[in-house]
């Protein structure tokens, strides 16, 4: 059973950084897509970033140039390091992992970012 735990959720300032790690087990994660989504209260999901096995990045243009998505292959985890966060960057944040070949997609329970002075 695969089973993706997110953690760093939490509180900041604006202006202010907050980390993002998801632990993927029961799976072998190194040649999945791995990204973030999050969701505000009355709006859809959305892509935050995603990241290849390869390294390669995509980011939303809300996020660009603020937030850093990493992976480890080897420990199956996926980072967002989150700077010069914003209010509007509130919401909850899930892990996400696609098998490229059957484009399954596995989701975490979410984290809570609040993001307010």
């Known amino acids: 059973q695969v089973q993706l735990v997110e953690s760093g959720g939490g509180l900041a300032q604006p202006g202010g950084s907050l980390g993002l790690s998801c632990a993927a087990s029961?799976?072998?994660?190194?040649?999945?897509?791995m990204g973030w989504y999050r969701q505000a209260p009355e709006k859809a999901r959305e892509l935050v970033a995603t990241i290849l096995s390869g390294g390669s990045t995509n980011y939303a243009d809300s996020v660009k140039g603020r937030f850093t998505i990493s992976r480890d292959n080897a420990k199956n985890t996926v980072s967002l390091q989150m700077n010069s966060l914003k209010p509007e960057d509130s919401a909850v944040y899930y892990c996400?992992?696609?098998?490229?070949?059957?484009?399954?997609?596995?989701w975490g329970q979410g984290t809570q970012v609040i993001v307010s002075s």
């Open positions: 029961g799976r072998n994660t190194r040649f999945d897509t």
């Open positions: 996400n992992i696609v098998n490229v070949l059957s484009r399954r997609e596995y």
